[in-house]
């Protein structure tokens, strides 16, 4: 939906580097949930996510991997020190309520690691 | 752990026919399983099924829920090469903040 804004669309980072994915909800939606889908798998919940505060996180891998949505601005999705196994498209999706049926996706981010 | 498994994992078939898509689901607490079709970019939402037996409809697109035996199914008639696509279930689980929980997909080609 083009409601939802994801940049970049594409990144490509070498080993090591930092990763920062952005993602701007669909005005009036103050619920973030951001996804990973792997080449061959499905999508795979990360992270939900609402103003200021992390919901739940228990998709996210324990290290590297951080999230936040801050008052003002997109919510960011930061990988630090890529690997290859970080190669995958990043989804994001907003509601405006608790319902994460009723979200809208982005477009994605795909991540490739070199 | 829940678990979303759908099949087939990929299909081909020639425009005009019929296709029946399944997917199958374990998980706690059961809410809603939604359907999606993804085309190289963002999900697009298809249905959402909360009662067993119930059709929903859209179109050449049909899906029915049965809650007993734990699937789903996604019918499509009189396909059209512009039906190709990756279909994605997802399971919703109440009174938890988590996510939804994907299957891994079925790709399906229209040939022409």
């Known amino acids: 939906n083009a409601g939802v804004m994801q940049n970049p669309r594409h990144l490509v980072r070498r080993r090591g580097q930092e990763a920062r994915l952005r993602c701007s909800p669909m005005k009036g939606h103050s619920h973030v949930y951001w996804y990973r889908q792997l080449p061959e798998e499905g999508l795979k919940f990360m992270v939900y996510l609402q103003k200021e505060n992390i919901i739940d996180e228990s998709g996210m891998p324990k290290e590297r991997f951080s999230a936040e949505f801050p008052k003002e601005g997109p919510s960011i999705l930061r990988i630090q020190q890529v690997v290859r196994g970080d190669s995958a498209a990043y989804f994001c999706?907003?509601?405006?309520?608790?319902?994460?049926?009723?979200?809208?996706f982005g477009q994605g981010t795909r991540l490739t690691v070199v | 752990e829940d678990k979303v498994v759908q099949s087939p994992l990929s299909l081909v078939v020639h425009e005009g026919d019929t296709v029946t898509l399944n997917c199958s689901y374990e998980?706690?607490?059961?809410?809603?399983l939604l359907w999606y079709k993804q085309e190289k970019k963002a999900p697009t939402f298809l249905f959402m099924l909360t009662s067993s037996g119930i059709e929903k409809k859209s179109g050449r697109l049909s899906s029915i829920l049965d809650k007993k035996e734990l699937f789903s199914i996604l019918n499509i008639t009189a396909t059209q090469t512009g039906d190709s696509a990756v279909y994605l279930c997802?399971?919703?689980?109440?009174?938890?903040?988590?996510?939804?929980?994907f299957g891994k997909g079925t790709h399906l080609i229209i040939q022409p």
């Open positions: 997802a399971v919703e689980r109440g009174g938890g903040a988590d996510g939804l929980t």
């Open positions: 998980v706690t607490n059961f809410r809603s």
């Open positions: 999706a907003s509601s405006q309520g608790l319902r994460r049926t009723e979200a809208f």
